[in-house]
């Protein structure tokens, strides 16, 4: 008998990991990090159910961390298998993963410093090294070609328009009744969207008209309504202002997607006179990787762009655009008392470069900072969108004099009304749908909507939960 069990991702939206079992045949649908609260981070250091060594595929369907960050631990626990994912996701892969090896190198450091950890000495879950030697377990597939992992298994991807590289799974296995279709989502962008995610570099809109037996869906916004205004008027506005006023803008954004779609939204923006021509400083190392990545795939950008490319070549070369990729031409920003544009990570000013900007500029009320991405709570970044009159950075309570806004038309996940209508273009209706990757509210919520509104059947996912695919 065939059968799924979720291994992460339910009543959360970090770890994802699904385990489907055909008979023994074992394949992990993603194979993501716990992120946020210690008691979901726990989880990183607990083993599978089952023997790393006796899973046989992993099928990744992007290459942000809460989906492939536990990759290199799945390894380092004995997986010897390949990882089936785009092109695009691996180079991604290939940036974001040691990256995420040396931070958790840098967090047991700082445990044995500070004696933070109860475990003498804490260990890194895996080390940069770690991860860079898992890269080569990743085999490249291409959107739309058939793998056969066994002679009952198959799967293919197709675009989900999330991030560069990004995809949804469709897998065909033996049922009860014959070879049944599952189709896991990943995380799904934006649904056809041109006005509502401005500066949206990738693909606008995940593949149509599906069908399933079975769906595995996220439901990180299945509670919210993402604005549909256009942002441009609001964020002119606070650009203008600020270089007026003699003043500096700094944007936290995480290196891969937002950053892009933020500079993409910058340059129109100058090119159609909406906002002064100031010099624009990305600080962010993996940034300049990221762009470079971008470039490599031209033919998942969307139209803006494509012609944004053509007119004005590689973000790289823009005029007044800075990449700043030594430490001392970041400490050098610090120097100017110009009017500019900071983009840097991390998108949540929890470390990297960002949080020396803020330090800097925070105390100014010329300045202006401008959240363009979730801020999850209990991170400095919520704290400093919330209003707090000072923040803790390197020791010292930093008091917040700049300016503070936040726009919130930059998600890269649709929500409840677009969900809705994606599912309303199913040619087939699963005949059960498990809904994973929300927290529980918006589990919850998305479920009465699919239900009253579709009239679909439809489960919260349950960590550990096994179910049978019929
Ligand atoms: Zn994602």
């Known amino acids: 008998m065939t059968y799924i069990q979720f291994l992460g991702a339910a009543t959360t939206v970090t770890g994802s990991k699904h385990l489907i079992n055909t ?28 023997p790393a060594s006796e899973i046989d595929a992993v099928v990744l369907t992007h290459a942000h961390l809460d989906h492939c960050g536990w990759i290199p631990r799945l390894v380092k626990s004995g997986y010897t298998g390949p990882v089936y994912a785009t092109p695009a996701t691996i180079d991604l892969c290939s940036v974001l ?8 190198e840098e967090d047991a450091a700082f445990a044995n410093k500070k004696k933070t950890s109860r475990h003498d000495p804490a260990l890194p879950l895996y080390t940069m090294q770690e991860a860079l030697d898992c890269l080569k377990q990743f085999k490249p597939v291409e959107v739309g070609s058939v793998q056969r992992l066994n002679p009952d298994f198959t799967f293919s991807f197709v675009r989900a328009a999330h991030i560069l590289g990004s995809t949804m799974a469709e897998i065909t296995v033996p049922g009860a009744g014959g070879p049944r279709r599952l189709l896991f989502t990943g995380d799904i962008g934006r649904v056809r969207d041109t006005q509502v995610a401005p500066g949206k570099v990738v693909h606008s809109g995940p593949q149509e008209g599906e069908s399933a037996d079975l769906l595995v869906m996220e439901s990180t916004y299945g509670n919210r309504l993402h604005p549909t205004t256009d942002p441009r008027p609001e964020l002119a506005k606070l650009i203008s202002d600020t270089a007026k006023r003699g003043g500096v803008v700094v944007v936290p ?26 010099p624009v400083h990305v600080d962010s190392p993996m940034a300049i990787k990221a762009v470079e990545i971008f470039l490599k795939y031209k033919d998942e950008f969307n139209e803006q762009t494509k012609s944004l490319i053509a007119r004005f070549g590689s973000p790289l070369q823009w005029d007044g655009f800075h990449f700043d990729q030594k430490v001392d031409e970041s400490k050098k920003i610090n120097d100017s008392k110009y009017p500019m544009v900071i983009v840097s990570s991390s998108g949540m ?16 009320p010329k300045n202006q900072v401008i959240f363009i991405g979730f801020q999850a709570p209990g991170t400095r970044g919520a704290l400093i969108k919330s209003g707090a009159k000072s923040v803790r950075i390197f020791g010292q309570d930093i008091p917040v004099r700049a300016q503070v806004a936040a726009i919130e038309q930059f998600s890269d996940h649709a929500d409840t009304p677009e969900l809705l209508e994606w599912l309303r273009r199913f040619k087939k209706q699963p ?18 909507a699919m239900t009253s509104a579709l009239r679909w059947k439809v489960e919260v996912a349950q960590y550990m939960q096994r179910v049978d695919v019929r």
Request: aromatic share 8%.
């Open 431 to 448: 005949a059960v749908t498990y809904l994973v990757h929300g927290e529980p509210a918006a589990s919850s919520q998305l479920r009465l």
């Open 23 to 50: 008979g023994g045949f074992q394949v992990l649908v993603d194979c993501g990090l716990f992120q946020g609260p210690k008691e979901w981070r726990e989880r990183n250091w607990q083993e599978l159910p089952i």
């Open 253 to 278: 954004a995480f290196a891969v997607e937002r950053t892009e779609k933020f500079l993409f939204l910058l340059k129109e923006m100058m090119e159609a006179g909406e906002i002064p021509r100031l």
């Open 97 to 104: 993963l040691p990256d995420s090896g040396h931070l958790q």
């Open 349 to 364: 000013a929890t470390g990297g470069r960002i949080v020396h900007h803020l330090a800097q500029r925070l105390p100014e």
